[in-house]
Structures are given as C-alpha cells and as structure tokens.
C-alpha cells in the first residue's frame, strides 16, 4: 500500500510502457539505498534460532543500482561485476523473484545486474536493500503488483532487514528486525560512512553475544574492564538478579518512546531544550548498539574507527548493525566531509553522505523504466 501510494499510475505513462514493454522489453533501474541502526538491543534467543531485537533502521543516500529485465525464456538470472557476490540460488535478490514469481504466477527469464558499490557484509544491508529494489523493480517490469501484506511477507520470509527497505526513512524494527513501523519522517542530517575492509559475520556475532551472556551473566557490560575482576556491581548482580532481557528491551523502548513524545510534542524534553533535529534528540536519549560489545575486542581497529569518528567532531558515532560499517552523524555537510577526508587518509575507506527521508527515499528510488 505504501510502495504503491508512492508511484501514482499516470494513464498515458502506462499505455506507452505497455507498449514499449512488449515490444522491446527494456531493464527497470532503481536504487537500492543503505541502511544505518540507531541503536540496537539484542534479547534472549527465540526457539527459532533468531534474537528478539529493538533497533531504529535509518535510511541513508548511499546505494547500489540494480537492473531488473523480464525476458523470454525461464529462471534468474544474476549478473555482478564484483566476486564476493553470490550469483545462485543464495543470492537474495534470487530468493526475492523465486517468491514473487510463484506469487505472481508470472512466466519468463528474469535479469537481475547489481551495480555493487555497498559493502558486502557491512552492516549497512547491502544485501537485503537489494533484494527489495529489486522485488519493486519485478513489479514494474511484469506489470504486476504485489499486495502490500505479500511484498511484507516475502520480504520477512527473505531476511530479517528487508521489510525496513519496503518503509524507508526512520523505521522501528522490532521481533527479529523484521516487523516495522514507520516513525516521523526527520529532517536529514550529514553523516560520515567509513567501511573498513572486514566483513563481519552476523550470525557469528550474534553468536558471540550469546557467549558472552553465557560467560557470567551479563558478562564483559558488567565486569572491569582493566583487571577482568568483577565490580562491585556484578559481584551484586551475580549474586541478586540481573537485569534480564526483557528489561533492557524495555528500556530501549522507553528511550525511543520518550524521543517520539519530544518529537511530536513539540515539548522540549526535560527542560533543556531540543537539540538541533529530531534524530540528534534520538540518539543523546543514549541508545547504544549491542553488537559492539562483541564486534570491537574481535576487530579493534573498528573502536579506533569509531573514536577517530568522534575526535573528528561525530555528535554520535557506533557501528551499523553487526559491522564492519562505522558510522558518525555531523552537525555540518563542511565537518562531514573534512571528518571523512581524515579517515580516508588514516587508510579507511569512507564516504560522507545524508540520511534519507522517507519521501526522498521513494523519490530517488526509480532511476528510470528505460
Ligand atoms: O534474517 P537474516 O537472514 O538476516 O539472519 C541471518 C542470521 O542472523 C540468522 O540465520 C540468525 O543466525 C541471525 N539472526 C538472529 N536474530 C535476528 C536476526 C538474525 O539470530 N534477529
């Protein structure tokens, strides 16, 4: 409903592509943007495998673009210049058209080309963004839509961080990641994205968090980081109750619930004022992302990543999802891109950009039909 209510069909633009459609059959090209977390808090493993999460995705202006053609024939077909992505059946864009061809009960050989510039196993979704740009994309190459509630579905069914990408702008995630909400669309604010070449793992992290859980409650949060001895705190916790997952869910909750009542309030919260927007407001109510815990004593170099983020002026910087992405937000688009500069030159590939409202995110989405 909400893909569809953002491309009004105009009439005359829809007769001419039919035509053109059947006669020459010409690739749909979208953009398929990044995603940065704000804040991500891991709970207790699901008897499904997965772990409850509460995060806030935001959309971001970098993307990949992706080509999608209907030809004759039968089966998908992926095309990517870059190696690390894969070209078969585990591929999600793959996955995305597998479902969206049943459910459409469509025929014909289906053309994906993935123009990669994400990076492959970032955190910034690379992967699942695809996979969506490249299910709307279908949509518009047969003709055909899906409903709202089955693009939602094969989305979930594909991966944990693709509905996000059926939303754009600043979203909610919570269950797996895959069940959102849209939050108020924020004024963009100027980021810096630095991708050290390391590719994390999710399901090792999330592993790892569940050993470090495993290994003395709620493990290294609670212990001295210099000696490794307990504090006095978990020596207390050890011995009383801990604060279980729910309550650090619950407190995730309470900080985003307490940014949407400033936000939609117009109050400034706690009579200091409002920061400069919305999504600064968020991310001072100290929302933190848990993969880091596990993420940086295993890659160093990306704490260093995200302190030289913050000398460079960040107002907030933390790793995207499980990584390798580091990400600052900054007060100026001149500070943003001086902090990248100083990244780039202490040998970090980094980019500066923009969060992505979610109107932008649907305007600049279609590049073309053509
Ligand atoms: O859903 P997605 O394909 O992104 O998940 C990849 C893997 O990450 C899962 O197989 C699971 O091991 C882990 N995961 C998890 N809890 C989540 C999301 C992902 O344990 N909420």
């Known amino acids: 409903m909400l893909v569809k209510g953002l491309f009004p069909p105009n009439p005359r633009i829809l007769r001419l592509s039919a035509f053109v459609f059947k006669s020459d059959r010409m690739p749909v090209t979208v953009n398929s943007f990044a995603k940065i977390n704000l804040g991500l808090r891991i709970g207790a493993a699901r008897p499904d495998g997965f772990h ?13 673009t992706i080509h999608v053609q209907v030809v004759r024939g039968s089966g998908i077909e992926i095309r990517c210049a870059d190696s690390r992505v894969p070209k078969d059946g585990t591929n999600t864009c793959y996955k995305v058209v597998e479902l969206a061809m049943a459910t459409l009960r469509s025929k014909g050989r289906v053309v994906i080309e993935i123009e990669k510039r994400l990076p492959v196993q970032g955190g910034l979704g690379g992967a699942s963004s695809n996979a969506v740009a490249t299910l709307v994309a279908l949509e518009r190459a047969l003709k055909k839509s899906l409903s ?13 961080d693709l509905p996000l990408f059926l939303v754009g702008g600043t979203v909610l995630g919570i269950g797996r990641g895959e069940e959102v909400c849209p939050l108020p669309d924020l ?4 980021c810096v994205v630095a991708s050290p070449e390391i590719g994390v793992s999710t399901p090792q992290a999330f592993a790892d968090w569940d050993a470090m859980m495993g290994a003395g409650e709620a ?5 001295s980081s210099r000696t490794g001895e307990d504090t006095p705190r978990s020596i207390a916790y050890g011995k009383l109750t801990l604060p279980g997952n729910s309550d650090r869910m619950n407190k995730f909750g309470r900080s985003v619930a307490s940014w949407l009542s400033g936000s939609t309030s117009g109050v400034p919260a706690g009579g200091r004022g409002r920061a400069e927007t919305p999504l600064l407001d968020l991310v001072r109510t100290g929302i933190e992302n848990d993969f880091e815990k596990v993420v940086f004593p295993k890659y160093p170099e990306l704490r260093e990543v995200k302190s030289l983020l913050e000398r460079a002026g960040a107002i907030y910087a933390s790793l995207s999802g499980s990584g390798s992405a580091v990400y600052g937000l900054f007060r100026s688009q001149e500070a943003a891109r001086k902090a990248a500069a100083r990244l780039r030159k202490a040998g970090t590939p980094a980019q500066a950009t923009t969060t992505l409202k979610r109107q932008q995110y649907w305007k600049k989405f279609l590049v073309s039909r053509f």
């Open 52 to 64: 409850e999460l509460r995060t806030v995705y935001q959309t971001i202006a970098l993307h990949d």
């Open 148 to 160: 709202a509630a089955d693009k939602l579905r094969i989305a979930a069914e594909v991966g944990s």
């Open 219 to 223: 493990g290294a949060e609670f212990r």
């Open 187 to 190: 004024p963009s604010v100027q």
